[in-house]
């Protein structure tokens, strides 16, 4: 069994890892968070999608300050307003 404390240093090495938010491959680029945390085992980030960017998002990625994929998602979220979303990363032993 992995220890609690090790899966938390691993979400701190991901959370240290992850520098910005791209949209819809490439279309639209989110660097700044509201939030972008650890909490135990767990990656928080939130962050605004601002109405006009992108009619809907159907791809994140979370990527490096070099531009290294770290995680892709496809996803359907249409945009018709300004839009909060909230990414959650466990980090966890299966």
Do not use: H
């Not at 899966?7 to 660097?31: C, D, H, M, P, Y």
């Amino acid at each position: 069994m992995i220890t609690t404390r090790f899966l938390s240093e691993i979400a701190g090495f991901t959370n240290r890892q992850i520098n910005k938010v791209v949209l819809n491959g490439g279309s639209f680029e989110i660097a700044d968070f509201e939030i972008k945390q650890v909490r135990d085992n767990v990656v928080s980030m939130k962050y605004m999608v601002p109405f006009g960017s992108v009619n809907a998002v159907t791809n994140i990625e979370l990527q490096s300050s070099d531009g290294t994929t770290i995680s892709s998602n496809e996803v359907r979220i249409p945009i018709a307003a300004d839009t909060l979303l909230l990414q959650l990363i466990t980090v966890k032993e299966v």
